[in-house]
């Protein structure tokens, strides 16, 4: 592993954004809008869905990220209605060790199995918040979480755009973080 991998792995063991899903209390649209952007595991799946789909490129760009929004909003509303997965947090750390293995080492898969994935992961996610939002207001938490998991999808696109010009080393270097970061929700 180059030194530049371990640089990106020693910064992130000292995020402040160690837990996996603060800041539930709030209610509304804004706070649906916030959940993605402080919750790291979410924080780092939504970006690695669109790195990944663009990395991949073509079709994929718009697919998965597609995919991931519907499926999400489809496990809200099952996890709004009273269905729960054991051991949730397991999985959520799970989707970000898979997709950060996914984003290092550039595996060929076919698009159908891309789209499963994403999906499967998505539904974890959903299924997650969903079961958070059995409140009055659990309609404009999850529409605000869809509207910043999209942005977050959009970003990273951008962020895997040819334009840009990033080195394959920075999904790398993401990819291996995620793993770390994946394995450390897995152990707390």
Same mark, same amino acid.
Not at 44 to 73: C, E, K
């Given at each position: 592993?180059?030194?530049?991998?371990?640089?990106?792995?020693?910064?992130?063991?000292?995020?402040? !954004?160690?837990?996996?899903?603060?800041?539930?209390? /709030?209610?509304?649209?804004? /706070?649906?809008?916030?959940?993605?952007?402080?919750?790291?595991?979410?924080?780092?799946?939504? !970006?690695?869905?669109?790195?990944?789909?663009?990395?991949?490129?073509?079709?994929?760009?718009?697919?998965?990220?597609?995919?991931?929004?519907?499926?999400?909003? !489809?496990?809200?509303?099952?996890?709004?209605?009273?269905?729960?997965?054991?051991?949730?947090?397991?999985?959520?750390a799970a989707s970000v060790m898979a997709l950060g293995?996914?984003?290092?080492?550039?595996?060929?898969?076919?698009?159908?199995?891309? /789209?499963?994935?994403?999906?499967?992961?998505?539904?974890?996610?959903?299924?997650?918040?969903?079961?958070? !939002?059995?409140?009055?207001?659990?309609?404009?938490?999850?529409?605000?979480?869809l509207a910043a998991t999209t942005l977050l999808h959009?970003?990273?696109?951008?962020?895997?755009?040819?334009?840009?010009?990033?080195?394959?080393?920075?999904?790398?270097?993401?990819?291996?973080?995620?793993?770390?970061?994946?394995?450390?929700?897995?152990?707390?």
């Amino acid at each position: 592993m180059k030194i530049h991998r371990f640089a990106a792995l020693g910064l992130l063991a000292f995020s402040p !954004l160690a837990f996996a899903h603060p800041g539930h209390e /709030a209610q509304g649209l804004l /706070a649906g809008f916030m959940h993605p952007l402080t919750g790291l595991d979410h924080l780092l799946v939504m !970006l690695a869905v669109g790195l990944w789909a663009g990395r991949i490129g073509g079709a994929a760009r718009w697919q998965l990220p597609a995919t991931f929004v519907a499926v999400m909003a !489809l496990g809200a509303v099952i996890g709004m209605a009273g269905y729960r997965l054991p051991a949730i947090e397991t999985l959520l750390a799970a989707s970000v060790m898979a997709l950060g293995a996914l984003l290092v080492i550039s595996l060929r898969l076919p698009r159908a199995l891309q /789209a499963g994935l994403v999906a499967l992961f998505a539904l974890f996610h959903g299924i997650a918040h969903g079961s958070e !939002l059995a409140t009055d207001q659990g309609l404009a938490v999850m529409f605000g979480m869809l509207a910043a998991t999209t942005l977050l999808h959009i970003f990273g696109l951008v962020l895997s755009s040819r334009r840009l010009r990033l080195p394959v080393l920075v999904h790398s270097i993401f990819g291996c973080t995620m793993m770390v970061l994946g394995a450390w929700l897995l152990a707390s």
